[in-house]
């Protein structure tokens, strides 16, 4: 059982971490070419240094555009279920660890 649950934790963590990181990164080089394909360049560097503010307007814009079912708002919240989705397997799996490692501290003394 152990084993199970550490499997799960390492997964979830590595998940939770990394790949919010590498997909939050692609979302935000994503959102920097609809930048520039859509403004222009300076804004595009404005975006570059600015990434909650700039995907939330593009968020926004879109919306009002193409309804709120449309590939990136799509992709932006499901990139934060996921992570928060990891993040709670993460939390769960090391409190089931926890639990374990204290019963066998307790057993043995």
């Known amino acids: 059982m152990k084993s199970i649950l550490q499997f799960f934790y390492y997964v979830s963590a590595f998940a939770s971490g990394i790949g919010f990181f590498i997909g939050g990164a692609l979302i935000h080089l994503w959102t920097i070419y609809i930048t520039y394909e859509n403004i222009g360049g300076f804004w595009a560097i404005i975006s570059f240094f600015a990434p909650v503010i700039s995907q939330l307007y593009w968020m926004y814009s879109f919306t009002v555009h193409f309804g709120f079912l449309n590939a990136y708002n799509v992709l ?34």
């Open 76 to 109: 932006i919240i499901a990139l934060f279920v996921i992570k928060w989705g990891f993040a709670i397997v993460t939390t769960l799996t090391a409190s089931g660890l926890e639990k374990i490692e204290e019963k066998k501290y307790n057993v043995n003394q």
